[in-house]
T-cell receptor, first 112, second 116 residues
Framework: GQQLNQSPQSMFIQEGEDVSMNCTSSSIFNTWLWYKQEPGEGPVLLIALYKAGELTSNGRLTAQFGITRKDSFLNISASIPSDVGIYFCAGQTKGSNYKLTFGKGTLLTVNP | GAVVSQHPSRVICKSGTSVKIECRSLDFQATTMFWYRQFPKQSLMLMATSNEGSKATYEQGVEKDKFLINHASLTLSTLTVTSAHPEDSSFYIC????????????FGQGTRLTVV
């Protein structure tokens, strides 16, 4: 089945720093989604990307859908302590009944 | 964004009993709902996909007789863990998507199941 490689696995940064994480796939996706999950909660959708090359922002978050449709990145600018959590990328293909393939997640820790 | 409510958030049950978890879409009609299982520090593993009014489609390796899924209405899907065992202890999460052009799915808060 399809697999997503998400990196880095974890990040420990200082408040105010910018963060970048990415996902790559061996196969093409039609939609890329980025979620954030906090302990004991379900994932919350941050950004959805639908077109190759699309660059979308949501506040301090920016994500891009790679031109090849096999990768996506998420940037967080000027991190704050509440950015702490696990960030997951997810890809979706046409004809998959809208099933999502998830990356393994990036654990972000922000030191105040 | 759309709201998906999952209940209960935590449940402890005895081995051999059955537990039902509810997933409701509060402000939209969910044509498709998904059930996931998540182990500590791991990603989400899709268990099954359910479309309203039809039988759920289970992923390979997921026992359909053990994890009963019902999607009887456009706003409610249930997952029943039957004859639960300690190894069924996990975090179960549902997600729902509406029909139409949007493909993104919205997640419930998750249910922490502990079988003792």
């Amino acid at each position: 089945g399809q697999q997503l490689n998400q990196s880095p696995q974890s990040m420990f940064i200082q408040e105010g720093e910018d963060v970048s994480m990415n996902c790559t796939s061996s196969s093409i996706f039609n939609t890329w989604l980025w979620y954030k999950q906090e302990p004991g909660e379900g994932p919350v959708l941050l950004i959805a990307l639908y077109k190759a090359g699309e660059l979308t922002s949501n506040g301090r978050l920016t994500a891009q859908f790679g031109i090849t449709r096999k990768d996506s990145f998420l940037n967080i600018s000027a991190s704050i302590p509440s950015d702490v959590g696990i960030y997951f990328c997810a890809g979706q293909t046409k004809g998959s009944n809208y099933k999502l393939t998830f990356g393994k997640g990036t654990l972000l820790t922000v030191n105040p | 964004g759309a709201v998906v409510s999952q209940h209960p958030s935590r449940v402890i049950c005895k081995s051999g009993t059955s537990v039902k978890i509810e997933c409701r879409s509060l402000d939209f009609q969910a044509t498709t709902m998904f059930w996931y299982r998540q182990f500590p520090k791991q990603s989400l593993m899709l268990m099954a996909t359910s479309n309203e009014g039809s039988k759920a489609t289970y992923e390979q390796g997921v026992e359909k007789d053990k994890f009963l899924i019902n999607h009887a209405s456009l706003t409610l899907s249930t997952l029943t863990v039957t004859s639960a065992h300690p190894e069924d202890s996990s975090f179960y999460i549902c997600s729902a998507r509406s029909g139409g052009g949007g493909t993104e799915a919205f997640f419930g808060q998750g249910t922490r199941l502990t079988v003792v």
